[in-house]
Structures are given as C-alpha cells and as structure tokens.
C-alpha cells in the first residue's frame, strides 16, 4: 500500500495488476461512488479545450474531483473523480468525447472488496 493525499484526505492506493487500483478514502461519512478515469487526447490539446475541460468539470456539482494529472505513457492524463452514480459521471465524460478518448474504472474502497472474499 502507497499513503497518498488527495485532495484534503489522506488515502491510501493499492495496486492490482497493471491498470487498476483501489482507492481507499480514510475520513467518516458515507461512501460515494470513485471513478478512475483514463484519457487519451484525440489530437493536439489546445487552450480552448482547456478551458472547456474546466467548464465540463464544473458543469456537474455532484462530481468532485480527487485528483487530476497529465501522465507519460499509454494515457495522457488521470482523474480521480467522487460521484453519486455512474450515469451522473458518464454525462459529464460524454462532452468530452470529441477531443479526448477514456476509460472509466469504477474504484471500490479495499476494505469493501476484502469483505467480498468472505
């Protein structure tokens, strides 16, 4: 396990395999969903999309964003989001889909996934 801070709570991430994790918030309250987000720029970034990608974030109050990071590799950038449900978080992605191509992996907290195994 990695500590990790996101956002104003500490987390903690641990990997399995090659392209997926899960994200284990550590404060009270009730879970939201976690969503992962890969995405891959569909051609050269520009200002515009930029400041539309800033605009399709805020457009949705009911995600919030952990974590947002470019990133060398296969994907281009990361983001950590919270959301209510998966449709919520899909409508937000959809406005995107013209300039930036992603996968979505929903994150279940690791001491939830631990249950599952007994």
């Given at each position: ?38 995405a891959r720029f ?34 281009d950038s990361v ?7 998966e449709k919520t ?30």
């Amino acid at each position: 396990m990695v500590p990790y801070q996101i956002g104003e709570y500490p987390s903690t991430i641990t990997m399995i395999g090659r392209n997926s994790f899960f994200l284990e918030k550590i404060r009270g309250g009730e879970w939201e969903m976690i969503f992962v987000i890969l995405a891959r720029f569909k051609g050269k970034i520009t200002k515009e999309n930029l400041e539309r990608t800033n605009k399709i974030i805020a457009s949705e109050p009911r995600v919030k964003v952990l974590a947002f990071y470019w990133t060398l590799g296969r994907y281009d950038s990361v983001l950590i989001t919270e959301g209510p449900d998966e449709k919520t978080v899909m409508k937000m992605l959809i406005q995107a889909g013209d300039y930036a191509a992603t996968e979505t992996m929903v994150a279940v907290p690791r001491e939830e996934a631990i249950k599952l195994l007994k």
